[in-house]
């Protein structure tokens, strides 16, 4: 079973938020060689600082996901992992988890999170 293409949600969002950060930093970096224009060296300065501010509200939605997601034991590796929507993977070990009975025993997709109207 090709399980390791997905990933905790939580997770994802964190490895965002925080690709973010950098990217923020990088793009304020760029502004070094920049110095001769002060109005290339101001956008630049500005994208970064709205990456870094895209990314503190990129953590503060993390913060709420986790209070909104479901902790439960995950029965491969035994450690305490959050479950956000229907299906959801392990933290640790990316083992797929359910919260709907229905879906147990079924093949991991991620789909189950859309439902079709
Ligand atoms: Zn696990």
């Excluded at 990456?51 to 709420?64: A, E, H, K, P, R």
């Excluded at 956000?84 to 359910?98: A, S």
Aim: hydrophobic share 45%.
């Amino acid at each position: 079973m090709a399980k390791k293409k997905y990933s905790n949600k939580i997770n994802k969002i964190r490895s965002f938020a925080l690709a973010l950060i950098f990217i923020g930093f990088v793009v304020m970096y760029g502004a070094i060689f920049f110095r001769e224009s002060q109005l290339l060296v101001l956008i630049f300065i500005t994208l970064g600082l709205l990456c870094i501010i895209g990314s503190t509200v990129v953590y503060g939605w993390i913060g709420l996901l986790s209070t909104r997601a479901v902790q439960v034991v995950c029965p491969n590796c035994g450690k305490h992992t959050k479950v956000l929507g229907r299906v959801d993977m392990c933290m640790y070990c990316n083992e797929p988890l359910t919260l709907d009975p229905n879906l147990e025993g079924k093949e991991f997709d991620e789909a189950y999170n859309h439902p079709k109207k």
